[in-house]
Nanobody
Framework: QVQLVESGGGLVQAGGSLRLSCAAS????????MGWFRQAPGKEREFVAA????????FYADSVKGRFTISRDNAKNTVYLQMNSLKPEDTAVYYC?????????????????WGQGTQVTVSS
C-alpha cells in the first residue's frame, strides 16, 4: 500500500512558478514509478509527467516539456513537480500517482495509488 498527499498548489500569475510536492508513505514507495496528472473542470484527467523509481528516467507531456520538471527524493519519500512559466491553461487540480510496476506510463488507468489532489490556478 502507498498513501500519497499532495501540497504546494495555489494561485499564481501567468509566467510565475510553483513547486508541488507529493509525500508518500508505505513500504513500496521507493520501487514505484510516480506520475503527475491534472484535471481541469469538464475535462478528462491528463498526463503531465512521470519518473522511474530510481529517478533515472523521466517522461513529459508535450504541453509541459521545457517548463515543468519532475524529480524525487526517495530518502524523503517525496516527489516534486517544479512548474515554471505557468500559463492560464495549466489551471487544474494536480494529482500524484504511484505505479508499483515502475513503468513510465501516460495513461491514468495504469496507476494504482492516488493522492487527493491540489488546486493550481494561474491567472492571466
Amino acid at each position: 500500500q502507498v498513501q500519497l498527499v499532495e501540497s504546494g498548489g495555489g494561485l499564481v500569475q501567468a509566467g510565475g512558478s510553483l513547486r508541488l510536492s507529493c509525500a508518500a508513505s508505505g513500504r513500496t514507495f521507493s520501487r514505484c514509478s510516480m506520475g503527475w496528472f491534472r484535471q481541469a473542470p469538464g475535462k478528462e484527467r491528463e498526463f503531465v509527467a512521470a519518473i522511474t523509481w530510481s529517478g533515472g528516467r523521466t517522461f513529459y507531456a508535450d504541453s509541459v516539456k521545457g517548463r515543468f520538471t519532475i524529480s524525487r527524493d526517495n530518502a524523503k519519500n517525496t516527489v516534486y513537480l517544479q512548474m515554471n512559466s505557468l500559463k492560464p491553461e495549466d489551471t487544474a487540480v494536480y494529482y500524484c500517482a504511484a505505479d508499483p510496476n515502475n513503468l513510465l506510463r501516460s495513461s491514468w488507468h495504469e496507476y494504482e495509488y492516488w493522492g487527493q489532489g491540489t488546486q493550481v490556478t494561474v491567472s492571466s
